[in-house]
């Protein structure tokens, strides 16, 4: 088959790693990249890292509303995906990179698969629920990562071609920490020592582009005495320094850094004490390395909630201090994201479907 796997941002990436391997091997890929993520260390580092080829195609679309963005992604995928007449094309999670892909592909008739599927938070103020939707509703191929992401897709009619197959994190971690703990150097870079400092990341727009809600998040951030790691999102920056909040995150406490490479982040997010984010990839992730996860919005990964591993704050009306200092989960989890070789098992159900 000659497959199309379409990128855009961080998860994304991320999750294509040790699928593209899998692919090279018994397939043709070609590997779009929307640009939504345009930063050098939010886009080709994570290649670099995770040893993926450079994408065929570059968009180049960059940073835009949600409108704008996706409209100019729909075109351009359009016309690739006429240039290239692909067999299949797979698109990941919920960005619009995701969306636009997806839309694309099926008004072209081209079969598609999702890859992370069936995730909800019963938010429809989140672009992130209208595009995992949207997505689950129009692919030929639904994979989801989890027992309750496919009971959502059953509970919306969603029952044919639905494999339960597990996350393709697991098969990320498992190839990529070993590999950071050979390479990277930030614990030489960072004034930081292993189970000493908080992980904190902060980049979604219900969190970056409200000031009061903003200005709460910072605020609580800067009032915590533990050691931090703050790798800071472009967006989160500009907007920061809008709202004039960026001082507040200046304290010798508070150690700020450039957006990470994916090997770097992964070792900082491994040897950290605890994790506040509002990052869907991170709260898994620290799922999975058994790091206590303070969430900043409502989740899709409820099971990481349901085993005690993940506190949802609600920034508005909730000690955030507080909660940091105060959670710790009181058992080991179960393993709810399936073992390794998730991404073999994808691309052998793949292989089925167009026979």
Not at 75 to 102: Q, R
Not at 145 to 151: G, I, L, M, Q
Not at 213 to 229: F, H
Not at 320 to 331: G, S, T
């Amino acid at each position: 088959m000659k497959v199309a796997t379409i990128v855009g941002a961080r998860p994304n990436f991320m999750k294509l790693g040790p699928l593209s391997k899998i692919l090279r091997d018994r397939h043709q890929e070609i590997i779009i990249h929307t640009g939504q993520h345009y930063d050098s260390e939010l886009s080709h580092s994570f290649f670099s890292d995770l040893g993926i080829p450079e994408p065929d195609y570059n968009l180049g679309v960059g940073s835009a509303s949600h409108g704008k963005q996706t409209a100019k992604m729909l075109e351009k995928i359009e016309d690739v995906l006429l240039i290239e007449k692909p067999d299949f094309v797979i698109v990941f999670g919920d960005t619009n990179s995701g969306l636009a892909g997806a839309l694309a592909t099926r008004k072209l008739g081209v079969s598609l698969a999702h890859i992370e599927a069936g995730m909800r938070n019963f938010d429809w103020n989140k672009p992130e629920e209208i595009n995992r939707k949207i997505i689950d509703h129009i692919s030929d191929l639904n994979f989801p990562p989890t027992e309750a992401a496919r009971t959502n897709l059953e509970n919306e009619g969603i029952i044919k071609n639905v494999h339960l197959v597990g996350d393709v994190t697991c098969d990320v971690l498992k190839e990529n920490l070993s590999k950071a703990k050979k390479k990277s150097n930030i614990f030489s870079q960072l004034p930081i020592k292993k189970q000493d400092y908080l992980l904190v990341t902060c980049h979604k727009s219900t969190n970056t582009d409200n000031p009061k809600r903003l200005e709460k998040i910072i605020t609580s951030i800067s009032n915590l005495k533990q050691k931090i790691v703050f790798p800071i999102h472009p967006r989160t920056k500009k907007m920061l320094k809008e709202f004039k909040l960026y001082e507040l995150i200046q304290k010798d406490n508070i150690i700020i850094t450039e957006p990470l490479g994916y090997l770097d982040m992964l070792l900082v997010l491994d040897g950290c004490e605890k994790v506040i984010t509002d990052s869907g990839g991170v709260q898994k992730e620290a799922f999975v390395l058994r790091k206590p996860c303070i969430t900043l919005r409502e989740t899709e990964w409820i099971e990481t909630v349901k085993e005690g591993w993940n506190r949802i704050v609600d920034v508005e009306s909730e000690d955030l201090c507080k909660i940091v200092n105060d959670f710790m989960p009181k058992k080991q989890p179960r393993n709810i994201f399936g073992q390794s070789g998730v991404s073999k098992k994808i691309v052998e159900i793949m292989e089925k479907f167009k026979v």
